[in-house]
């Protein structure tokens, strides 16, 4: 029997030897997680500064012993900001790098056609600052790590505001492209729910190079509020004209979703033009916003923002990449386990402590309340990078939970 | 709400676009133009010179003489870059213009990424101190920025068309886009003639690419919105006439402005691009064409 018994734990040792030392192995091969990043093209500024962020997380993980025992290692290419390379990106990822888990590239416009993808492989996708993409896809798997809440918040806020300051009239200038018009036709519609009337609306090709003449058309309507949805170039380029031509006095607030004043280069060179603009923000240097492990994570990415010749500042978009990072952190620390279903209800029915703020997710996939800031530009002075890094330059006007000071009317006035 | 104030500021400010959109094409109408060479890489090459202005404006120089410093270089630049295109497609055979169309694109493509290595991929802009100001002509007030463009374009109009009539050099050029072998028989070198002409092509282009900056940021891939628009003027122009790409400049700027005052920004491309069709519908040769 005892020669019986000596066969059976050898054999069963070879058994555990097979069985359980291959994923043994397994286990200790990284997680890795895929994406596809702007790094060149139109949005590279932000997809580059938003990789920082999640870089700086993937390194705080591993320097704490990885994820799940694992260490974490980020598969990325570049999408070159356009929409129709991103399918064949995530087909990659999944089938030739098997990556563990996605992440979607920054912005909406590359992010909208790999809906239909992760939606039909059942996926858990991680958004990036992208805009209204599930709406009609509706895929029950999918977290968008970006401030906006429900979709209406953002343009209403801003209405809201004009009103409260005795404004009738809106005039909306919005780029042809996905996201500004999602918000141009939210805008319209919140302005007929209030019966403020529309003097002045204008769509513009993505290619326009000179503003004047809508600014010119802007200050001929007399408009009391002006909504603008702009990307980077065209932002510059209405402030600049907004300058030269004036917008009139009947102008109470101006601003709302100009894409570009968020982003450290753009500041500096703007200056003092953008003194008045009441518009969107994410993330501010206020003490309203100072969330656990925020300070830590600045100093880090600043540092490695200068190498990487990104974003400097990165107020705007790097601390949400490295939120992606803690929201699939804490879901899978808390569940023990990658399975996508199993992170996803995680992710769904509970809070998400992170660098900039509590997050819990609607059903959509959406922040249950928007924590997009309503600021105004204060006391900026021109070529002054520092500045910014300091409290005190875009008054925080919404939502009162971060509220730091109150708007000054009309425009014209907060510009001086 | 037509207004004939608005109007009127919609012509001015077309014509002051106008002959922006004339100085950012015009290198391109002497090396597309005048030698049938297909440059797709030269409004890459007018981001290049912007970006250059951009160099020099940090380190305190005005744009425009930043522009004007940078031309020999460019002019360099031109002449390395026809040369090797003449010795691996040109030379070799009729269907040298369709693969010259690749080697640009590459071009293209390589003056893109260099520029995003050594600067990044962030916008940038320039200052100076008639960026941001306008000044008021009678009812009309017009930005700074775009009078800068204004007199850039006549200024290289006016020294384009003057060196093609007037200097030896200049006739060398126009008769090599007439008829090389005429002028091979005169004792002259086709190469060398077209690669003077390429040079100067380029040059022009460090210039009007400080326009560019002037009137508004640019980023590495801010080229992609100019090849339509170049290419469209050098051809509403007339193949290779100087003063007809200050004139179909100034129209398409004219017809974009009131259109987008009048009737919508989005319409504003399509009415060029369709006046375009109809031009040469009507005149094949283009506006100013023999």
Request: a positive charge.
């Amino acid at each position: 029997m005892k020669r019986l018994d000596l066969i059976k734990g050898a054999a069963a040792a070879a058994l555990a030897a097979i069985g359980l030392g291959m994923p043994a192995i397994a286990q200790q091969g990284p997680i890795k997680i895929g994406m596809s990043m702007p790094l060149t093209g139109g949005l590279a500024a932000g997809g580059k500064s938003s990789l920082v962020g999640i870089e700086v997380w993937r390194d705080d993980i591993n320097a704490k012993g990885g994820l799940l025992g694992r260490k974490v290692e980020l598969v990325v290419y570049d999408d070159k900001s356009s929409a129709s390379e991103t399918p064949a990106i995530y087909a990659k990822l999944l089938d030739v790098d098997k990556v563990d888990l996605l992440f979607a590239p920054y912005a909406t416009v590359p992010t909208a056609p790999l809906m239909p993808m992760v939606k039909q492989r059942g996926l858990l996708l991680i958004g990036n600052f992208s805009f209204q993409v599930n709406h009609t896809v509706k895929h029950d798997m999918w977290f968008n790590n970006a401030p906006w809440g429900p979709a209406d918040t953002w343009p209403r806020n801003f209405v809201d505001l004009g009103i409260k300051h005795g404004a009738k009239t809106i005039a909306i200038i919005a780029a042809d492209q996905e996201f500004a018009q999602n918000l141009a036709k939210i805008a319209k519609g919140i302005a007929a729910e209030k019966n403020i009337t529309v003097v002045y609306e204008q769509n513009y090709p993505p290619a326009t190079v000179e503003f004047s003449s809508m600014v010119r058309a802007i200050k001929a309507s007399k408009a009391d509020m002006v909504f603008v949805m702009s990307y980077p170039p065209d932002s510059v380029g209405l402030l600049r004209a907004v300058q030269e031509i004036g917008v009139g006095p009947s102008v109470k607030i101006f601003g709302g979703g100009m894409v570009g004043l968020q982003f450290s280069n753009i500041m500096e060179s703007m200056g003092s033009l953008m003194n008045g603009v009441v518009n969107y923000n994410s993330y501010l240097p206020e003490k309203s916003m100072d969330f656990p492990g925020a300070k830590a994570f600045f100093e880090k990415y600043q540092k490695r923002a200068v190498e990487a010749k990104v974003d400097p500042l990165g107020y705007y978009l790097a601390p949400f990449g490295y939120a992606m990072g803690q929201m699939v952190e804490q879901a899978a620390h808390a569940t023990k386990s990658l399975d996508h279903k199993t992170l996803a209800a995680y992710l769904r029915a509970n809070t998400i402590q992170s660098i900039v703020g509590p997050m819990e997710f609607a059903a959509d996939g959406e922040r249950k309340v928007s924590t997009t800031l309503l600021a105004q530009f204060r006391g900026v002075v021109d070529k002054n990078i520092e500045q910014f890094r300091q409290p005190g330059k875009q008054i925080i006007l919404l939502p009162e939970a971060f509220k730091t000071g109150d708007v000054v009317v009309p425009f014209e006035k907060a510009r001086q | 709400m037509f207004s004939f104030e608005l109007l009127l500021d919609a012509v001015v400010l077309g014509v002051m676009l106008g002959c922006f959109y004339a100085a950012v094409s015009i290198g391109l109408s002497v090396s597309f133009g005048l030698l049938d060479v297909p440059h797709v890489a030269h409004p890459a090459f007018l981001v290049l010179g912007a970006y250059g202005a951009y160099a020099l404006n940090q380190a305190g120089w005005d744009p425009i003489v930043a522009g004007i410093v940078l031309t020999p270089l460019f002019y360099v630049l031109g002449v390395v870059a026809y040369r090797v295109y003449f010795e691996t497609f040109e030379k070799r055979g009729s269907d040298a213009g369709v693969r010259g169309l690749a080697f640009f694109f590459g071009v293209t493509f390589i003056v893109e990424v260099g520029i995003i290595m050594v600067f990044g991929v962030d916008q940038r802009t320039v200052q100076a101190g008639y960026i941001g100001k306008a000044i008021d002509i009678g009812d009309v007030r017009i930005p700074m920025r775009m009078i800068a463009a204004f007199g850039g374009a006549l200024a290289l109009t006016l020294a384009l068309t003057a060196y093609f009539s007037l200097t030896f050099s200049g006739r060398a050029i126009r008769a090599v886009a007439q008829d090389e072998i005429a002028l091979r028989l005169m004792g002259a070198n086709p190469l060398k003639v077209k690669q003077l002409a390429f040079g100067i092509a380029t040059a022009v282009v460090a210039v009007a690419g400080a326009l560019l900056i002037i009137v508004g940021p640019v980023e590495p891939t801010t080229h992609r919105v100019y090849i339509g628009r170049t290419f469209c003027v050098v051809v509403l122009a007339g193949l290779g006439s100087m003063h007809g790409t200050l004139v179909a400049g100034i129209v398409l700027g004219v017809v974009e402005s009131i259109v987008l005052t009048l009737y919508g920004a989005s319409w504003a491309p399509a009415i060029s691009f369709a006046m375009l069709l109809v031009v040469l519908a009507i005149r094949p040769q283009g506006m100013f064409g023999r």
